[in-house]
């Protein structure tokens, strides 16, 4: 018997279709010698800090640096604490049931870091020591799942992807756990989130918005004169900016003394712009978002879901290649679209056409090819759905079309001493610009007439410009995902800038999850397509932004050491040490911050009497770890606001509250108060006497 372990159910489906494996039983779906179960995502991930008898955020216990790490069922948050979640438990249990029966396992989990680690940590959970080999596809057609099927590879193949996943894994763990409890701790009360990723990219956030709002515009001026020949009027501006008005005013009026222009330089150049290549993830997701304003986090789920639809390939790709033997397959895929209206008449433009090869380049492809389309056709798609699968479709177009010609011509003339310039665009054949009918933003189409150099021509006016400088625009999504692939291109120092020259933070495949963190976390908001840190997002940025927790460097110089792990360059063992002093560092860094972050009301905890009583959305308690005092906001169906509380937590009971409700539906009011074990308890209000006859 042979189990397969797909990462979701629908996947597992599909699989088991293409075995003919019919069965369906409770967690797994089997027949024709073949057991086919299923995870859903992260079943078992690291345990928590109590795992090892660490409990409550306490200065002494920091860092937290486990001997070794463990490993445990996924976790759900109750106003208790964590549990184990039902639902991985019973999936666990049926499939280690699956494993028991097999003879070897075919590992069916997504292709790449984290599908490997989704499996490689149930494996060892479950303390499995069957054989396993591997399937590694880059779509879910039935086509791929056949070949994948006919060339299954030896699972030791991946063992270093294994330990470049786990390694991510334990860092972020080592990163996260020790400066979100430093920082917690330091500030004296409320719980603030900081991870290896996270925070960095809240850094640029709040870096460019600091630098956006602090910024002083200066006035500037400009020149702007109006000629024209053959019927052609056209405009130019000066190349000198005037950094005062007066020499501005003096310049024009000598210009319009002359009254007349020469031309002073004429230059006309064919341009050929080649097509863009193909989209990985992180293209796609800037696209979207200028485009279609798609977050980061709703492109990739969106694309996730075509490709369980088996409409495209493989989307959490960071490359932006094609292998030959894909490229072989694309003049099908076009065939394809000539049945899609959107694309049709292109599409058959295409057929016989020699193909561009830009992005056809064997050593450029990592675990997974570029995003293209499958052989599928598409049926009826939602709207956000069928607009992510034609930015798919139609830069498959584009990538593999003829370039784009342009003419260009550049004027320069002269009057008064002052030089003008303007430049014209001309499009001799569109080649693949012509699928969006895209333009380059700034790109000139000013019809020039013919011109030749000493040429005089009339002035027709001139107009003084009175302009301003600008800021860096507050980041988008968009340009968030661009400086997070590029962190290091902005750098000074030389050396580090080379260091650093494939250095991106987090992966394609993270990087959405981390933005949606930051909203999560309340650091951020969205203001139309602006990215703009909160009050609490600048008050942590103001903390960490001079801490190592922040280095921008030195989390994607981990990025690039993860990949050498992937690689066999590395060994995991020594990112591993080096990970523990940095997280060691960060601890110390933020336990010797004397700043309080929180702006809530002081409230004295009336169990303990030295303690605080802090306010979270789901609970209040005790800042004293050993006081223990906590209040849950939902009570009875009732959630209690921050005024009901205060009353409770300062007079120790409260009004009458409305709107409770009892185990079988009634309502009731009643006041609240603690008991002597001050546990919170009901009183209720004394029934009024009947009146008397």
Partial sequence: ???????????????????????????????????????????????????????????????????????????????????????????????????????????????GREGELIFRYIYEYLECRKP????????????????????????????????????????????????????SIAAGRGTYSLGRVQTPTLAMICSRYLENKNFVPQKYWQLKLHTGKDSIEFSALSEEKFDNQQPAIDKLQIIKDSGQVQVKSVECKEVNQEPPLLY?????????NTKLNFSADKTLSIAQKLYEGKLISYPRTGSRYISQDVFDEIPERISLLETYDRFAGYAKSMNGSNLNRRSVDDKKVTDHHALIITENKPGSLQADEQAIYELVAGRMLEAFSEKCVKEVTSISLTSGESIFAVKGTVIKSAGWRAIFNTQEEGEENTVLPALKEGENLPLSDIELLEKQTKPKPLHTESSLLSAMENAGKELEDAELKASMKDSGIGTPATRAAIIETLFTRQYIIREKKALVPTEKGLAVYDIVRDKKIADVEMTGMWENALSKIESGEMNPDTFHKSTEVHASQ?????????????????????????GRVLLYPKVAKCDNTDCGLVIFRNKSDKQLTDKQVTELVTTKKTGVIKGFKSKVGKPFDASLAFDDQFNVVFVFPEKKGKSKK
């Fill in 1 to 111: 018997m042979i189990a397969i372990i797909a990462e979701k159910p629908s996947v597992a489906r599909d699989i088991a279709t293409v075995l003919g494996a019919t069965q369906k039983n409770d967690g797994n779906i089997s027949g024709n010698g073949f057991i086919v179960t299923w995870a859903f995502g992260h079943l078992v991930g690291l345990a928590m800090p109590d795992a090892y008898g660490i409990e409550n955020f306490r200065r002494e216990n920091l860092p937290i640096l486990p001997q070794s790490f463990q490993l445990i069922p996924r976790q759900v948050k109750t106003d208790k604490g964590y549990k184990p979640d039902s639902g991985t438990v019973k999936q666990l249990k049926v499939i280690k049931e699956v494993f028991d029966q097999c003879d070897k396992i075919i590992v069916a989990t997504d292709a």
């Fill in 132 to 183: 396993f080999v591997r399937l590694w596809i880059s779509s879910l057609t039935d086509k791929a799942i056949r070949d994948g099927l006919q060339n299954l590879k030896d699972g030791t193949m991946y063992d270093n992807l294994f330990r470049s996943a786990k390694a991510r894994s334990e860092a972020d763990w080592l990163i996260g756990i020790n400066a979100s409890q430093a920082l």
């Fill in 280 to 288: 990985d993830l992180t293209t796609l997701q800037k696209e979207a």
């Fill in 586 to 610: 960060i601890t110390s860094e933020l336990l010797g911050v004397q700043l309080t972050l929180s702006t809530q009301q002081d409230l004295t905890c009336p169990k303990c009497g030295t």
